[in-house]
């Protein structure tokens, strides 16, 4: 794999370029499609599982179509040494953190996890939330523990380093839109999903400890 750091963005490069819009314009269209898809097969569910599925139905589209090609450039070169929309999207990506561009082991590893793990996972767990198995919450916990450890996985061995490949400095979009945002997602979701499952199991327990005392 190749292991060159690419260097910042330059200077009198623009910070919203029409790579940056149209990468923000496809993740709204992904999600779009992930609240169409919920629409389809879980439109009977109650409120909050729509929401959970539009979630699943969001992040597994994700993992296949863009962290699903990430893994497939960087396996084979770079994205940084690649053509095409999906590689100027990571290119893109890349300005925020260049660990991205050069096939860094750790992220490859960690992708690498999440796109076939966690995509499994997230399709599972969509059977399981709309045809309400019983073993919905042990995949839930499964994913969201999955997504959490690969989200620390992936900022933990920079910040112990100093954060000497994130970008932070370079502007509002490279920081707070590509670091924070779509980062921070991934963290605030799967932690509220732990609590929804934590919550319905707290409640199985107290009414089988209730039935026992009986």
Avoid at 79 to 93: D, M, N
Wanted: charged share 15%; aromatic share 12%; proline share 4%.
């Amino acid at each position: 794999m190749d292991t060159k750091v690419s260097s910042a963005p330059s200077p009198d490069e623009p910070i919203f370029s029409m790579v940056s819009a149209v990468s923000l314009l496809a993740c709204a269209f992904q999600g779009v499609a992930a609240y169409l898809m919920m629409r389809r097969v879980g439109g009977k569910s109650s409120t909050i599982d729509q929401w959970v599925l539009t979630w699943l139905f969001y992040d597994v589209i994700v993992h296949i179509t863009l962290e699903g090609p990430f893994v497939w450039m960087s396996l084979g070169g770079s994205v940084e040494t690649s053509e095409g929309p999906l590689a100027q999207l990571w290119q893109e990506y890349g300005k925020a953190d260049s660990r991205w561009l050069v096939s860094d082991p750790g992220i490859v590893s960690v992708e690498l996890l999440t796109v076939l793990l966690c995509s499994a996972l997230c399709l599972a767990l969509i059977y399981a939330v709309v045809h309400n198995k019983h073993y919905r919450h042990f995949l839930q916990i499964s994913l969201c523990v999955c997504e959490l450890y690969g989200g620390w996985m992936t900022f933990a061995p920079d910040w112990l380093q100093g954060s000497p490949h994130l970008n932070q400095a370079s502007s509002w979009l490279h920081l707070w839109v590509y670091l924070v945002f779509f980062n921070g997602i991934w963290v605030l979701v799967p932690g509220l999903l732990l609590l929804q499952s934590w919550s319905a199991l707290r409640s199985l327990h107290q009414g089988t400890e209730k039935r026992k005392d009986k």
